[in-house]
Antibody, heavy 123, light 110 residues
Framework: EVQLLESGGGLVQPGGSLKLSCAAS????????MGWVRQAPGKGLEWVSG????????FYADSVKGRFTISRDNSRNTLYLEMSSLRADDTAVYYC????????????????WGQGTLVTVSS | QSALTQPASVSGSPGQSITISCTGT?????????VSWYQQHPGKSPKFIIY???KRPSGVSNHFSGSKSGNTASLTISGLQAEDEADYYC??????????FGGGTKLTVL
């Protein structure tokens, strides 16, 4: 059974930093691209960042570029999101999600999601 | 890039069919056949229910169906059931390995 378990959320002051983790199990983590998607309280989903299976290629939404860093440790089956210069509008539940590829190798969506971890940016 | 546009809410009675639209631009939905849909019950994580506009992942009920025309994608739920009451989100590839979600649609089963 595929499981994604996020941790590391909490209350942080504006301008502060936080590092989220996502422990993966039930599938071969090292051959799957992964991503982070967030959801502000009462709002919709927003794609935040993605990373290739090897970890060598990363992508960021314009809203977090330069402030967030995605990484992974395939030996530990763990995905990370390091967040700095946090702002109030970064307050959200952060989900890690597994990218699902079709037979041509094209990502077509996110087939498994974790339960999310809440990040609150407030003084 | 702005979020994809979805109606804030739709409703229907049990057994009826409803359609949720998702409007993008020629840079996202109109350029790629990579629209996916997600169902999210309150307090739960999103569930993957449609990909490539109209395909269902294994295990997803066939009363969910999807389509795309131009810059607009649609999700149809036929034979509405009480358990279909949830929020629904569309998502489209937007180039440069970026993804756009819609604002979400709250489905109420009357």
């Amino acid at each position: 059974e595929v499981q994604l378990l996020e941790s590391g959320g909490g209350l942080v002051q504006p301008g502060g930093s936080l590092k989220l983790s996502c422990a993966a199990s039930g599938f071969t983590f090292s051959i799957n691209a992964m991503g982070w998607v967030r959801q502000a309280p009462g709002k919709g989903l927003e794609w935040v960042s993605g990373i290739s299976d090897s970890g060598t290629i990363t992508f960021y939404a314009d809203s977090v570029k330069g402030r967030f860093t995605i990484s992974r440790d395939n030996s530990r089956n763990t995905l990370y999101l390091e967040m700095s210069s946090l702002r109030a509008d970064d307050t959200a539940v952060y989900y890690c999600a597994k990218e699902w590829k079709d037979i041509s190798g094209t990502t077509v969506g996110f087939d498994y999601w974790g339960q999310g971890t809440l990040v609150t940016v407030s003084s | 890039q702005s979020a994809l546009t979805q109606p804030a809410s739709v409703s229907g009675s049990p057994g009826q069919s409803i359609t949720i639209s998702c409007t993008g631009t020629s840079s996202d939905i109109g350029s790629y056949n990579l629209v996916s849909w997600y169902q999210q019950h309150p307090g739960k994580s999103p569930k993957f229910i449609i990909y490539e506009g109209s395909k269902r992942p294994s295990g997803v009920s066939n009363h969910f169906s999807g389509s795309k025309s131009g810059n607009t994608a649609s999700l149809t739920i036929s034979g509405l059931q009480a358990e279909d009451e949830a929020d629904y989100y569309c998502c489209s590839y937007a180039g440069r390995r970026h993804w756009l979600f819609g604002g979400g649609t709250k489905l109420t089963v009357l």
